[in-house]
């Protein structure tokens, strides 16, 4: 055989060889490739199967949050009126009035009270709750939320003529003991209302 | 014989030093795709374990509606021993 066969031959054998050294290293890195996929898959798989139910929970709850947003903002409003409920939760959530109530687009265009800044939160909420607390009674500068006076008009209807005064003298307090002047029988007090006496009897 | 000696210093010159270039890219890029795979894959498995607190959104879903309902008995009751604003 010539010498450039043989030299021919090895060229050939080298190339080939150098194609199978490469092609499989290949080959293997495709491998490793594959297997990361598989993994990759199966946690994508998973996180599809964990997070499928969260949509209908999520919009579940939200349901019920804009429920009780909506009975809550709807008993504000009632309560305390528009401009005065908007000034409330401005009050509480600076910039909140901007945005208004959500079934309520009026509330966009009221002149928001500032009462967040004359009153603070925990003084927002007593008013709120108890119309007769002293911020609501009348200032020198006029009603602060709202009429003292009128403000209430179930304990109004409880004295029409006015808020009695303090009674000129009371009923004191019974003499107790086996030597006191007017003896319980307890057969007759226990369960039953307690006897008025005369209120000259009560001081004797 | 001068064209064989050509063809082999051919062989040897150019062709298997472009199949070593071609099939070396080939392997490079294939090796460069692994380690990015493997990222993917615990990128995933992070992700599936972020995803195992799912179920207390069930409570949530339970609690929400429960707060809701408390909610509204209160607002009720307020409704009633509240005086309504002037006007409204």
Redesign the interface.
């Known amino acids: 055989m010539p010498a450039a066969g043989v030299v021919m031959i090895i060229a050939v054998v080298a190339i080939v060889a150098a194609a199978v050294f490469y092609l499989v290293s290949t080959i293997v890195a495709l491998r490793r490739i594959t297997n990361g996929l598989d993994e990759a898959i199966a946690g994508v798989v998973a996180i599809i199967d964990k997070s499928a139910p969260v949509a209908d929970v999520v919009n579940t709850i939200n349901q019920n949050l804009d429920a009780g947003v909506d009975l809550l903002e709807g008993l504000l409003v009632k309560k305390a009126g528009l401009a005065d409920a908007v000034g409330l939760i401005d009050g509480l959530y600076p910039g909140a009035a901007a945005q208004g109530l959500r079934n309520l687009p009026d509330a966009k265009r009221v002149k928001v009270p500032r009462i967040s800044e004359v009153y603070t939160r925990g003084t927002l909420t007593l008013a709120r709750l108890g119309r007769e607390a002293p911020i609501a009674a009348a200032s020198p500068n006029g009603p602060a939320l709202r009429n003292a006076v009128y403000g209430s008009k179930a304990s109004a209807a409880l004295y029409p003529d006015g808020r009695p005064g303090r009674q000129p003298s009371l009923p004191r307090s019974p003499v107790i003991g086996v030597d006191s002047p007017v003896q319980y029988d307890p057969d007759e007090e226990v369960g039953g209302p307690r006897k008025r006496l005369p209120l000259a009897q009560e001081r004797s | 014989?001068t064209l064989?000696?050509i063809?082999?210093v051919i062989?040897?010159v150019v062709?298997?030093p472009v199949?070593?270039y071609l099939?070396?890219g080939?392997?490079t890029a294939?090796?460069s795709?692994?380690p990015s795979?493997?990222r993917?894959?615990a990128?995933?498995?992070r992700?599936?374990a972020d995803?195992?607190a799912?179920p207390l959104?069930?409570h949530?879903?339970e609690q929400?509606?429960a707060?809701?309902g408390v909610?509204?008995d209160y607002?009720g009751s307020?409704?009633v021993i509240?005086?309504?604003?002037?006007?409204?």
Do not use: C, P
Request: no cysteine; hydrophobic share 60%; charged share 10%.
């Open positions: 014989m064989e000696w063809g082999d062989l040897l062709v298997l199949v070593i099939l070396h080939v392997l294939a090796n795709i692994v795979v493997n993917i894959a990128a995933a498995q992700g599936s995803l195992d799912v959104l069930l949530t879903q929400t509606i707060t809701v909610v509204a607002g307020l409704d509240l005086d309504d604003a002037q006007g409204a």
